[in-house]
């Protein structure tokens, strides 16, 4: 049976089949509903209001979705199950999360396990991007699995490019998506990619920034660098890139070209364990100790961080220990 989802007061009016999800019976038809975990019910991403009545919550939802949250009707598209006609309010922001064809142009190993990849938009000829932001890929099934696979990576290019643009991609271990990047993507292979999507973004403020990067984490920030750089914006700030070895650090030599190119910004690189073999004379220790190091006092500063969930909440603590207001403190936690 079809039922009918009335979208923000019937602004716009969709089909739902029963026994589809709400996810996938607005990702269908064209609205794109935010997921770092291709509606797996693990991100909880996907969160939209149910105006009357809100389904019974999964557990999936108690998990993510607070008390509070639950009982004024949010739930998760993912988890949501269509039994009949409903009415949802999402942010109008998502009416613009648009569709891209692109082709795979390069792909530049910049570690063991990390790799820089572009892609060229074909259809649409131009693509919508937000310096920050990240975009939702549809990797083709493989083996016995019928259906593609959807994964979230950061932008990593200047926006500004409509055409061109690029991601820093770790290889994560056991991961599908992952290994068909590394192992069986190929310069020339077409993707669908859907965004931009995500809240992490520079924010128009007056106050010093802290960027601080682990891994791949650099890609957002990367792109806000760029971004800044493009449209002239004077920002004092830092970049901390923390790595393990030296082996594990990558473009340098464009993250030190920043520090001439954007007035009032530092870049530095740290590692946790360097080899005797490379000669580090840099900062040395976990990422949390040489910003711990840096700053006595962080409470008319702000922060963009981008890096592992431990990575993250470890930030977050020392930044707070220092007097940082939470609402000052700008991140992205992928699963």
């Known amino acids: 049976m079809s039922y009918q989802i009335s979208v923000n007061d019937g602004a716009r009016i969709y089909a739902g089949q029963e026994g589809e999800t709400l996810f996938q019976a607005l990702t269908r038809q064209g609205l794109f509903i935010p997921t770092a975990c291709g509606g797996q019910g693990k991100c909880g991403m996907c969160r939209l209001k149910i105006q009357s009545p809100a389904p019974s919550p999964t557990e999936a939802e108690k998990r993510l979705l607070k008390d509070d949250e639950l ?5 998760l598209a993912c988890q949501c199950v269509i039994r009949g006609d409903l009415a949802v309010t999402v942010p109008e922001a998502y009416y613009s999360i648009g569709e891209y064809r692109v082709k795979i142009t390069k792909k530049v190993p910049l570690t063991r396990d990390i790799l820089l990849l572009g892609c060229q938009a074909l259809e649409p000829k131009l693509i919508r991007t937000e310096a920050g932001s990240w975009m939702q890929w549809e990797i083709p099934p493989c083996g016995t699995d019928c259906q593609p696979y959807l994964r979230s990576f950061s932008l990593a290019s200047d926006p500004a490019n409509r055409r061109n643009i690029e991601f820093i991609i770790r290889r994560t271990p056991c991961g599908k998506g992952t290994a068909w990047i590394f192992e069986q993507a190929k310069v020339g292979d077409v993707l669908t990619l859907r965004g931009p999507n995500g809240e992490f973004r520079l924010h128009a403020t ?3 920034a802290i960027f601080i990067a682990g891994g791949s984490g650099l890609s957002a920030i990367r792109s806000i660098l760029l971004d800044m750089r ?8 830092e970049l901390f890139f923390g790595a393990v070895s030296r082996r594990d650090l990558y473009l340098l030599d464009e993250l030190q070209q920043l520090e001439q190119d954007l007035p009032d910004f530092k870049f530095i690189p740290a590692l946790s364990a360097p080899l005797p073999k490379d000669d580090w004379q840099g900062e040395t220790g976990l990422i ?13 500063l702000e922060a963009y961080l981008c890096g592992s969930p431990g990575m993250l909440d470890a930030c977050i603590k020392v930044l707070k220990d220092k007097g940082m207001p939470a609402d000052s403190i700008y991140f992205d936690k992928f699963v």
Do not use: F, Q, W
């Not at 009982?71 to 739930?75: D, I, P, S």
């Open 71 to 75: 009982a004024g009707g949010l739930r």
């Open 206 to 208: 007056e106050k010093r």
């Open 230 to 237: 493009t449209r002239k914006i004077h920002k004092p700030s």
């Open 288 to 300: 949390t100790a040489v910003v711990d190091r840096h700053y006595a006092e962080c409470s008319n």
